[in-house]
């Protein structure tokens, strides 16, 4: 394996353009044979951990490894398997002053035949490559990125959680500046680390939906700012408004546009969609400072697939009230079906408040069948680990 590593480092140095041999969706075919175990790739859900499959929340938890690459004198080196959770760092790492970091979330899933699958990492390449070039480090290739996230699955495949537990293994890509530097500017040195842990399923005890604010106090990006990319300032910005709402009973925040506060923006972490049933209509803000969720891209695709009319443009806030249903995005629960969205005296009702939606449902469903290998992956959204 290190050697490996050591061939896609050099490869990658020189900036060649290789044929990785990554390998293709499997056809679905729900009749297909177990895998067993073979020696460079164990099954998956073999590992003793502190709580039953079913029980893991969304925390961090030890695995056997992380993977880490650095940037050293102009060229990413190789990919190691490190067992240790710590990194030792200069003090003068840009990261630590200066907030130059950024990071991806996204899961792999066990499918029955007990083959491991990512979901659409190529989406999360791209869009760490867009956060590196607004920050100023050096781009981790597309290919060396799917390649470091397969090979740190395939070291921690033990604790995928099983297919049928209803968890993933959530993979935490970081890349961030550890050179050195007082002045402000760019540092020379970055480390690449991706971190997996089991995560498990949100909605143990079915979706409920839950009330959101709108968050008037603050801002959680400017126009021309950095909340199109997932960089760490960002979540700092957003960790008081968000603990200000949680203390009114408010799980959820809803951020406007900073500039007007009259066009919806996104939740903390999660992006925007609003249901009109009577027109059809799957609408999402459009906006400059909003992160593209790759979850929202998805559910888009699967909105159109199933006739919906799909609009990605300015939303007035107003136009809450045209929306049956609301949901709120992302890697960690697919869909947050929002019950209301109180804003001052305010307050806008979706459905009963209680019941999760129809058109929710059938999103999320769908969603986590294509993930789980339930149905076919017409879009070819699942790459195979092992
Ligand atoms: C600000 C923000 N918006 C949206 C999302 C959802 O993005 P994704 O679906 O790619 O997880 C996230 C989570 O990554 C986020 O942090």
Known sequence: MRSFFTLVALFCALDASIAFTLTKPVPFNRAMSIRAAAADCPLPGTAKLDVDWQDLGFEFRPTKSHLKVEYKNGAWGSPELVSEPYIKLHIGATALHYGQACFEGLKAYAHEDNSVHMFRPDENAKRLRSSCERTMMPVIPEELFKECAREVVKDNMAYVPPYGSNGAM?????????GARVGLQPADEYTFLIMVMPVGDYYKDGLAPIPALVIEDYDRAAPRGVGNVKVAGNYVADLLPNMEGKKKGFPIGLYLDSSTQTTIEEFSTSNFIGINKRQNKYVTP??????????????????????WKVEQREIPVEELKEFEEVIACGTAVVVTPIGKVVRGDDVYNFGDGKTVGGTTMELYKRMRAIQNGEEEDKFGWNVQVC
């Open 170 to 178: 959530y993979l935490r890509p970081l890349l961030f500046g550890s």
């Open 286 to 307: 459009k906006s400059s400072s909003v992160l593209p969720s790759i979850t929202n891209k998805s559910l888009m695709a699967l909105a159109a697939d199933s006739g």
